[in-house]
């Protein structure tokens, strides 16, 4: 990250653009997800079977610590007066309505970026998030629909966040780091799904005033954020001031060009659309959003309704499988690259086998948390491995629109990115139905979900997936090499034509 040059220190640009990006990851995500563990704290505890939690040792329910029953029936050792009375299917719309405004910006994105570049289609879009985010306290004391309303708003503006960054990675990856320094970006979700249980979770257990600091805390750091990013941040070497000579000339080396094309040819979306490749990374990316999103939104429910966890327990072991997904991201980025440079495997093939590990595990793992009960210590374990084999899918799908194609891996992660979300839309919402009485068998059948979706993804994804530069990166060449195939049977014609005229000009002359 830090080279000498002469007798000067210089700091290196494209690490100082990935290690803000990654800051900007972990903000969206902390925005995004901080609510998961904050609404626990925020909805009154539906207790009418608080009788049957009560020293209940079946699979169906644990057993729920220090409980005191009234007469009615009902838990009466706290006051719940400042909470809302939102059952599981509201929570479910709540948590959910983010990435219906999220999916709408994906594409829109994606184009802006492509002709104004991604630092400010991102910073922006992080900076509504963060203003927003201040105002969730007040908003949700309005009511439930009024929330709904502004987290789809939000989404609306986190939805430039991965096709902006991927127009700087494009613009600042040489392709021997492209590994390290995309995994080290995106791994910035980890953190913020780290950060967003964590931190809301001790804020809400230490700090008075409750659930409503969450919100001021992420959306003031959010905006500060900002501030580094317009300073630090510029769309390609070219255009950056305080860049080195030596770093300029190495990534115009290795890259062939480093200046963002800003006059980019219509995009073409006819062979996007119809591309193998594409189709089988936006299928498995579906299927590791769904895990993902389960994940995300939904652990920290887990936790406190099934496991029983306290807030300040349930902000620690929620994130210890992010903190794992994390480490593993990192370390499977390394060896990935060093694998491609090696050339032990091809491209194709390492982004095929880490895709398998990082959406298949996953799935093992949630499955085998719900079938050891309420062994809150294995079910936390199995949790943990389970995200930390998701780890993999950072050096493998996450970079693979940036191998299909640099100029318009934009556009690619907009609509791999955008839907893929569709599966955030949902999955809160189909878990807020199938648990109702928040029971670990309700709870199993939504991981069975879960792995089903994951396994079939990835099986397309093995057999149409690919690591290669697709031919209409080069649009112009592209064309010009489409329309000589389709003159060639004209010229073809025209030749035997004229070859028919010489000879019979021949035969004339004779």
């Known amino acids: 990250m830090i080279f000498k040059k002469n007798t000067k220190w210089t700091i290196s640009q494209r690490w100082v653009m990935a290690i803000m990006g990654m800051l900007g990851v972990t903000m969206a995500y902390v925005m995004r997800g901080c609510l998961s563990i904050t609404i626990t704290q925020m909805v009154k505890p539906n207790r009418e079977n608080a009788t049957n939690y009560k020293g209940n040792e079946s699979l169906n329910y644990c057993p729920m610590p220090n409980i005191k029953i009234n007469q009615q029936n009902n838990i009466s050792d706290k006051d719940y007066s400042d909470r809302f009375d939102w059952d599981q299917e509201t929570q479910g719309l709540i948590l959910s309505a983010f990435y219906y405004g999220y999916i709408i910006t994906h594409i829109p994105g994606g184009l802006l970026s492509q002709k104004f570049g991604g630092k400010h289609t991102m910073g922006l879009g992080i900076l509504s998030t963060a203003i927003f985010t201040l105002f969730t306290p007040m908003v949700a004391r309005m009511g439930a629909k009024y929330l709904i309303i502004l987290r789809f708003v939000e989404g609306l503006g986190e939805g430039t966040t991965f096709p902006a960054l991927c127009t700087l990675l494009a613009q600042w990856a040489p392709p021997n780091e492209k590994g390290k320094l995309s995994t080290l970006v995106f791994a910035g979700a980890q953190?913020?799904?780290?950060?967003?249980?964590?931190?809301?979770?001790?804020?809400?257990?230490?700090?008075?005033?409750?659930?409503?600091?969450?919100?001021?805390?992420?959306?003031?750091?959010?905006?500060?954020?900002?501030?580094?990013?317009?300073?630090?941040?510029?769309?390609?070497?070219?255009?950056?001031?305080?860049?080195?000579?030596?770093?300029?000339?190495?990534?115009?080396?290795?890259?062939?060009?480093?200046?963002?094309?800003?006059?980019?040819?219509?995009?073409?979306?006819?062979?996007?659309?119809?591309?193998?490749?594409?189709?089988?990374?936006?299928?498995?990316?579906?299927?590791?959003?769904?895990?993902?999103?389960?994940?995300?939104?939904?652990?920290?429910?887990?936790?406190?309704?099934?496991l029983h966890f306290s807030v300040n327990q349930n902000a620690l072991l929620s994130s210890i499988p992010f903190i794992a997904q994390w480490i593993t991201s990192i370390l499977s980025s390394i060896l990935a690259d060093w694998t491609i440079q090696k050339q032990?495997?091809?491209?194709?093939?390492?982004?095929?086998?880490?895709?398998?590990?990082?959406?298949?595990?996953?799935?093992?793992?949630?499955?085998?948390?719900?079938?050891?009960?309420?062994?809150?210590?294995?079910?936390t374990f199995f949790f943990a491995i389970g995200m930390a084999l998701m780890g993999f899918c950072y050096p493998s799908i996450r970079v693979n629109a940036l191998d299909l194609s640099p100029n318009y891996s934009a556009t690619i992660m907009a609509l791999v990115n955008g839907i893929g979300c569709l599966s955030g839309m949902a999955t809160p919402y189909i878990a807020g139905i199938l648990t109702p009485n928040k029971t670990i068998l309700e709870w199993r059948l939504v991981f069975w979900i879960m792995m089903g979706v994951m396994?079939?993804?990835?099986?397309?994804?093995?057999?149409?997936?690919?690591?290669?530069?697709?031919?209409?990166?080069?649009?112009?060449?592209?064309?010009?090499?489409?329309?000589?195939?389709?003159n060639e049977p004209q010229i073809k014609d025209?030749?035997?034509?004229?070859?028919?005229?010489?000879?019979?000009?021949?035969?004339?002359?004779i």
Not at 348 to 372: C, D, E, H, Q, W
Not at 457 to 484: A, H, I, R
Not at 500 to 509: A, G, N, P, Q, Y
């Open 191 to 306: 953190l913020g799904s780290i950060f967003a249980n964590s931190i809301s979770g001790l804020i809400i257990y230490y700090i008075p005033g409750g659930w409503s600091n969450v919100f001021y805390f992420f959306g003031v750091l959010s905006m500060i954020w900002f501030v580094f990013w317009c300073a630090f941040v510029y769309n390609d070497p070219l255009s950056h001031p305080f860049i080195s000579e030596d770093e300029r000339n190495y990534l115009l080396q290795t890259m062939g060009s480093i200046e963002r094309k800003k006059d980019l040819m219509p995009t073409p979306w006819k062979p996007i659309l119809t591309s193998w490749s594409v189709w089988a990374l936006i299928i498995v990316e579906s299927g590791h959003d769904w895990g993902g999103y389960t994940i995300i939104s939904d652990l920290p429910k887990y936790m406190n309704d099934v």
């Open 344 to 379: 032990y495997m091809s491209v194709t093939n390492v982004r095929k086998v880490y895709a398998a590990i990082g959406t298949v595990g996953p799935g093992l793992g949630v499955m085998f948390a719900s079938f050891v009960g309420c062994d809150k210590v294995m079910a």
């Open 455 to 486: 396994v079939s993804s990835t099986l397309v994804y093995s057999v149409f997936g690919s690591g290669e530069l697709q031919p209409w990166d080069d649009l112009e060449l592209y064309k010009n090499k489409n329309e000589n195939e389709s």
């Open 494 to 509: 025209q030749y035997k034509k004229n070859s028919f005229e010489d000879d019979s000009t021949l035969k004339r002359r």
